[in-house]
């Protein structure tokens, strides 16, 4: 049983340019959330997205934008990129909107140089 | 301030000492609360959920204050392998976490 997987594993990025990181959920889980993990720091909560849609979100700017798909994958989109955006993004499953139970994957190290 | 706040350490501590981690959260309509565990460049794992009685894991113990907004971990007979960063982990209406900023644990032979 795969647990939460996510792509690519790091990535450089130039100020200004976008990025779009993606997360596949544990089996059976429909609820995917994003964190952003500076370094040095704990993870700080950017979104959550369940039935496609947007349902809670962190003190995040617009910049920061996601997707849920139907088969509850989602995306990770982050616009304009500032050298301040340079962390470890995690993707959470959790088996419903309504579980406390979070299983982090691997995470996506980006660098914005 | 933070709302969940913990000393980042570290607390280097030799093999087999007691080892205790202290938090303390500032919304007081918190409802859920956990310890994760963190080892390096690898995301957080669930280590316990904390409740007001008291829970224990093995050698993992777990305390939560509600009048005082403070939660404990404590770790009997440490092991090499119990370093990592400690996070300290509420979560508010919905599922969003708030994760305290984690202390660091370095356990020396």
Redesign the interface.
Do not use: D, I, W
């Given at each position: 049983d795969a647990g939460v997987t996510q792509s690519p594993t790091h990535l450089i990025k130039t100020r200004g340019q976008q990025v779009t990181l993606r997360c596949s959920p544990k089996s059976g889980h429909d609820?995917v959330?994003w964190?952003q993990q500076a370094l040095?720091?704990?993870?700080?909560?950017i979104f959550?997205y369940y039935e496609e849609e947007e349902?809670?979100r962190?003190n995040f700017p617009d910049r920061f934008s996601g997707h849920q798909f139907p088969n509850y994958s989602s995306e990770l989109n982050v616009n304009a990129l500032l050298l301040g955006d340079s962390a470890l993004y995690?993707c959470?499953s959790?088996p419903s909107?309504?579980?406390?139970?979070?299983y982090?994957?691997?995470?996506t190290r980006l660098t914005v140089t | 301030r933070k709302e969940?706040e913990q000393d980042?350490g570290p607390f280097n501590v030799p093999e087999g000492a007691t080892v205790a981690f202290n938090c303390t959260y500032s919304n007081s309509a918190s409802q859920?609360f956990f310890w994760y565990r963190q080892d390096c460049r690898?995301?957080?794992?669930?280590l316990m959920s904390v409740y007001s009685s008291g829970n224990e894991d093995g050698r993992f113990t777990a305390q939560l204050n509600r009048a005082s907004q403070y939660i404990s971990l404590l770790i009997r007979d440490s092991k090499l392998s119990d370093s990592a960063t400690y996070?300290c982990v509420v979560?508010n209406a919905?599922?969003?976490?708030?994760?305290?900023?984690?202390t660091r644990l370095m356990v020396k032979p």
């Open positions: 609820t959330s964190y040095g720091q704990g993870p700080q909560f959550q349902r809670q962190g995690l959470a959790s909107v309504s579980s406390y139970e979070q982090f994957g691997p995470g | 969940v980042p859920s690898k995301e957080p794992k669930l996070l979560r919905g599922n969003m976490l708030t994760f305290g900023g984690g």
